[in-house]
């Protein structure tokens, strides 16, 4: 009798950990967890020879030499994490040798003491992927190659669905113990639509909301459902009051309800990040943004680093290494009045030589993270 109670007992507490493990981290949880970060300093990381995520990762064109260099950059700006986005089509074409490639990618990663925060799926641009060779950049233009993640195609046909599971339970359950990746950020800004650049093949936003909410829903389950150690985050980024509940979306409440840490962007000036920190504040858990630094809005690393660091919120901007994405150029360069670099950077850090565009950011940046 006495076995059996031990027996029970100890099933019981092992369904608990189990449970446990299955759902939204506590409070409690994600600060401990927190507590054991540095600040967290990077940049949202393509490696200056890749247009999009599919160049970036394919084995045609995956170049570990040229990350591990760019890397080594990162790192001596005292950088300590990166965002880097992967793609649901990478995984239907060669699921092992994605893995192989993450393998090695944060083998070198590991060597640069940086711990990527990995995207699994992403509403913005380009709304038609194709794996296999990619376009060129169109000239002079931001993000011209960059990729939706589903496809609209695959979007609107839920017979892709289980396909998509697929893949989340496949990456996150292969590295779900891995202590070299910092976390999963399920979907990056679900709400955007590009319908207004790509008029015949995305969605409007309101359509699209409809078909993405459920399957951000799932996404976010399917990844919960793996058991991974590292936490899971969806960034909120559409204004609103996010201090106010009812000011809310349905996909904003869906993102900050589902987190185990609270991520957002801001690419206003420094007044706005500090109020969107404080906003965020409300919810008890750790705050990192994701998204920041355009220069020609206002936001700066001299106007956004240092108080984020003065609230240990981890910053992550835009962009690193001038390259195929071209996103110093501005969102309007779109329109197709740009025919030269612009003079001043919209968004990177580095000219490919590894030189930086203003040494006055670099200084600061070295600076902050000195005694990280």
Known sequence: MKRQLILF??????????????????????????????????????????????EFWQEETFDLKAIEKELAWAEALGMNTQRVFLHDLLYKQDKEGLFRRMDAFLSLCKIHHIKPLFVLFDSCWDPAPKPGKQNPPRPHTHNSGWLQSPGIAALQ????????????????????????????????????SSHKLFPVEDLSEKAKLALVLPLLEQSFAWARSASPSQPLTAAIWQDSNWSVRDSLTACQKLMLDNSDIITFHN???????????????????????????????????????????????????WGFVAGKTQ????????????TAEPKLWFHDILRPDGTAFDAKETDLIKQLTKAN
């Not at 007992?9 to 759902?23: H, S």
């Not at 893949?167 to 910092?182: A, E, Q, S």
């Not at 501005?330 to 197709?336: C, V």
Request: charged fraction near 20%; aromatic fraction near 16%.
């Open 327 to 338: 996103t110093n150029y501005p969102w309007q360069s779109w329109s197709g009045q740009f």
């Open 9 to 54: 007992l100890f099933m019981l507490c092992t369904a608990g950990v189990f449970a446990q493990q299955n759902t939204r981290w506590t409070e409690a949880q994600a600060n401990a967890w927190y507590a054991r970060q540095p600040w967290l300093v990077g940049t949202n990381y393509t490696p200056a020879y890749a247009i999009n995520q599919l």
């Open 267 to 317: 690419y206003r000036g420094g007044d706005k990040f500090e109020m969107r920190v404080k906003w965020l504040q409300q919810y008890n858990r750790p705050i990192i943004c994701t998204e920041y630094m355009a220069r020609n809005t206002g936001s700066t690393f001299e106007a956004v680093l240092p108080i984020a660091k003065k609230y240990k919120v981890g910053a992550i901007n």
């Open 157 to 192: 046909n839920p017979a892709e669905y289980a396909r998509l599971e697929d893949y989340v339970k496949g990456v996150v359950g292969h590295f779900k113990n891995d202590k070299r990746i910092l976390g999963w950020d399920i979907w990056n800004e679900p709400e955007h």
